[in-house]
């Protein structure tokens, strides 16, 4: 009359279904029982293999375990895309001041020589690139200058200052190795004329150029 | 008796049939569609311009999204990337995140572990929600231009998982 134990197969799946049919049989034999034995018995009976049935309630905690399965992986899914960055060569040089003014006054020159000079440092070169094998040059618009400037780097944050060069049309080297760098540096003019020139006055555009090394 | 048994037996087998369908539906209805989708496709940053004696300005992006599901419980979203080469900095951050708290930006470096980028994502609450992705992407002079280097191409990873 009950249905007896069957050997479950190896797999989940195959445990699943066998409880399900474990439990089909069950109702149909607790009603078959019914309709022939005595109400005592049957209901001793029906209680028996009513613990068969918990199977049949147990289904939706296999289907719960089944897809719980997922959640114990930890990864529901993922997704991606591609991000460019990309940087443009950028070459930046600037002073801190639109313009500097030297004088030669009485004040600054020695009685009996012919020499006289007058040097500023109030201005600043800043610079940036993010190219490697680069330098600073400089050079004066004015080709023909009566007295003479000349220019130097001094305590460059990054790079090496070249040595003072008298100021001419024709580029010189002012800083080198400042590839990849950003920083700064004090200018300093020092203006030359002589006793013997006279009065008179210069004006120079002066331009600083980064360029390859 | 037979008829209350029968009744009874019955009216526990549809139930629990309905349960179980029930929990089928829905575990299939959450692991069939998509649990995360990155949206916007490819993005491109590009840093132009700079400060003498300062450095490059930053770039951001905010062209993409992220598409996320709830979860059947209460879960997290990773950020990684893979960018073999890398020579510029990329950060990610989650804007508008209503379900789930943001984590502060992230730094996208190559070979990094994935990350928490959204967590506390509730498992009740809402379906399914976007946010939007801010990349931002920065470089100093010292770090080179493309020109030279190449430029950076990072595979951006969201993860979904159980927290």
């Known amino acids: 009359m009950l249905c007896p134990p069957r050997t479950t197969s190896a797999s989940e799946g195959g445990k699943h279904s066998t409880f399900l049919r474990l439990n089909l049989r069950a109702r149909r034999d607790i009603l078959g029982q019914l309709s022939s034995t005595s109400s005592a018995y049957v209901l001793f009976e029906t209680m028996k293999r009513l613990t068969h049935f918990p199977f049949s309630l147990m289904l939706p905690l296999f289907v719960l375990a089944a897809s719980s399965e997922s959640v114990q992986a930890q990864t529901y899914g993922s997704d991606f895309h591609r991000v460019t960055v990309s940087v443009a060569t950028i070459t930046l040089l600037q002073t801190n001041v639109g313009s500097v003014s030297l004088s030669i006054t009485g004040s600054s020159v020695i009685a009996g020589q012919d020499l006289m000079t007058v040097s500023d440092q109030s201005s600043t070169l800043l610079w940036g690139t993010n190219s490697s094998g680069k330098k600073v040059t400089v050079r004066t618009s004015l080709a023909t200058p009566k007295y003479s400037l000349r220019v130097a780097a001094i305590s460059p944050t990054s790079g090496t200052a070249a040595s003072e060069v008298a100021l001419s049309t024709a580029a010189a080297d002012f800083l080198f190795d400042i590839g990849r760098s950003s920083g700064s540096c004090a200018i300093r003019y020092t203006a030359l004329a002589l006793a013997s020139q006279g009065t008179g006055s210069d004006a120079h555009t002066v331009t600083f150029t980064i360029t390859n090394q | ?163």
Not at chain 2, 85 to 90: D, E, R, V
């Open chain 2, 1 to 163: 008796m037979k008829q209350i048994l029968y009744s009874v037996i019955r009216l526990l087998h549809v139930r629990a049939l309905a349960v179980s369908v029930f929990v089928i539906v829905l575990a299939s209805e959450t692991s069939e569609a998509q649990p995360i989708e990155v949206r916007g496709g490819n993005q491109t940053l590009n840093i132009t311009s700079g400060f003498a004696g300062g450095e490059p300005v930053a770039v951001t992006n905010t062209n993409s999204s992220l598409r996320y599901r709830r979860q059947a419980r209460r879960s997290k979203i990773t950020v990684r990337t893979a960018c073999p080469g890398q020579n510029f900095n990329l950060s990610v951050e989650a804007q508008g995140v209503s379900r789930g708290v943001a984590a502060p930006a992230v730094q996208l470096i190559h070979g990094m572990l994935d990350t928490d980028f959204i967590v506390n994502i509730p498992a009740t609450g809402f379906t399914r929600t976007t946010i939007t992705l801010r990349y931002m992407a920065s470089a100093t002079f010292a770090q080179g231009n493309s020109a030279e280097l190449g430029n950076d191409v990072h595979t951006v990873t969201y993860t979904i998982l159980a927290q």
